[in-house]
């Protein structure tokens, strides 16, 4: 349920991203803002809220992170302005999220004995994942369009306070042993630079993405005339250099024998690499889809907001079939095999959005293209998150749980910064816009395609204790 309400906040926006932007007297690009905001904030703050579980306890904060996003969603529903809603949305339900989610997946693993059922469990929670971010629209919609998008936020509300009464369920025995210092500088630049970096995608649709269109203020200082570079390189290249340091850092207290927010031996597996790659590009994939559909649909076609999310509803059905199907396949088929068979599903599906699709179509045009993305993002998604969690034992699940759904969440940010931003930009062409920002999505399955295709085909072997190693 907490998965499934996190998801679905991420999603449902998008419908009434028209109804949003009339009431609070802005734009479509200041809600595209406050949904990418909300996806950073998860991505950014992941990390270091996975670390908390190891010293604040896994259920302690999953129901503190509960309590935090309830608090965003009320101050969202009574938003004024944009301001209030991004604090409420974009901040303290990012903040829930990023506390309360990684304890889900490493409860889900530490509980699951082998591959197969943790497939199965993985599978239930990756459904209702899939399941929130595929039906917001629709639920959504409904709400927007029967009361107000005010509504959608006291649901989220009223679901929360379901949650937290039965997490009084939950049996764990909580932090045992001496717990591990914060990582405060850690925490910091690696949230920074994953800020910077979607913050200066999100540049592209004022400044265009490699000349600036215009000159580029910092108070009264021109810092980038009009011509020169698009400031969108000059936020990436800072967010490097910040996830740079990031690295020198953890690497710095481990040979000092500190703690760091993560340990580095969690980079040195290639095939958990490859995994968290491409749970990157499946969230960039779904999300920036439902976005560049919700957007066009409205815009484009004139579509209300419940008539986007039915026209989405194919996505909803492909992603809950297949996840549900998730431990049937893992007895099936390995993980890896898995994952590719949903990429070229995937790319499948994004090819007919095109061949089919026009400005004067068929709602029922959208029908095939939809449900194989649905079908191809839900066979993917258990089986990744799969694919890494059981690579690592149960001391360094808080970490790899916590990066797991860092990069995952940075795909969601991404996916609604880049697919977003090229049809934002292009809609005085709207078919055109539509397209190229579809051919985007196709490039980066491709890459994830790619990324899968290295991986070995086998089935993933069960985590063990690793030797010591004096530098850990």
């Known amino acids: 349920m907490a998965q499934f309400i996190c998801s679905y906040a991420a999603s449902n926006m998008n419908v009434a991203i028209s109804d949003i932007a009339a009431d609070l007297g802005t734009t479509v690009s200041g809600v595209q803002v406050t949904i990418t905001v909300f996806t950073l904030t998860m ?97 959504g919609g409904i709400i927007t369009t029967g009361i107000s998008w005010r509504a959608a936020f006291l649901v989220q509300t009223l679901v929360v306070i379901i949650i937290i009464i039965m997490s009084r369920r939950i049996v764990d025995p909580g932090v045992q042993g001496k717990k591990p210092r914060f990582d405060t500088v850690g925490a910091i630049l690696s949230a920074a630079g994953l800020f910077f970096i979607v913050i200066g995608i999100l540049q592209a649709s004022t400044y265009g993405w490699f000349r600036a269109t215009q000159d580029f203020v910092i108070g009264n200082t021109v810092v980038i005339p009009q011509g020169g570079i698009s400031p969108v390189w000059l936020f990436v290249f800072i967010g490097m250099l910040l996830l740079v340091g990031f690295f020198w850092h953890i690497r710095s207290r481990e040979r000092s024998g500190k703690e760091p927010l993560l340990h580095t031996r969690l980079f040195r597996n290639r095939v958990a690499n490859l995994g968290l790659i491409t749970q990157n590009i499946q969230w960039l994939v779904l999300l920036g889809l439902s976005f560049v559909i919700s957007v066009y649909v409205q815009t484009v076609r004139g579509a209300t907001a419940i008539e986007t999310g039915l026209i989405l509803t194919p996505t909803t059905i492909g992603v809950l079939l297949s996840s549900l199907a998730a431990g049937r396949l893992a007895q099936r ?72 759904r860092a990069v995952s969440n940075l795909g969601s940010s991404l996916g609604v910064a880049i697919a977003g931003t090229v049809i934002v930009a292009s809609l005085a062409v709207p078919n055109a816009g539509y397209a190229l920002a579809l051919i985007v999505l196709v490039v980066f399955a491709v890459i994830g395609l790619a990324a899968a295709m290295l991986m070995p085909a086998g089935l993933v072997p069960e985590a063990r204790e690793p030797e010591p190693n004096p530098t850990d």
């Open 43 to 139: 991505a950014a703050l992941m990390i270091p809220g996975s670390k908390l579980t190891d010293i604040l306890g896994r259920t302690y904060l999953f129901r503190r992170g509960l309590i935090i996003y309830g608090v965003g969603a009320t101050l969202a529903a009574a938003s004024p302005g944009l301001g209030i809603l991004i604090l409420g949305y974009s901040l303290l339900e990012g903040i829930g999220t990023a506390l309360l989610i990684p304890p889900v997946y490493i409860l889900a693993t530490i509980f699951s004995p082998d591959l197969t059922s943790r497939a199965r469990n993985f599978g239930a929670i990756s459904a209702a994942g899939g399941i929130g971010a595929a039906t917001g629209p629709l639920v």
């Open 333 to 404: 088929r390995s993980q890896p095999i898995l994952i590719r068979v949903g990429f070229v599903v995937t790319v499948a599906g994004v090819f007919l959005l095109l061949a089919l699709v026009r400005e004067t179509s068929s709602v029922f045009t959208f029908v095939p293209g939809l449900f194989l993305v649905g079908v191809g993002v839900g066979v993917m998604l258990t089986s990744s998150v799969n694919v890494v969690q059981s690579l690592f034992p149960e001391k360094d699940q808080g970490e790899i749980s916590g990066l797991s």
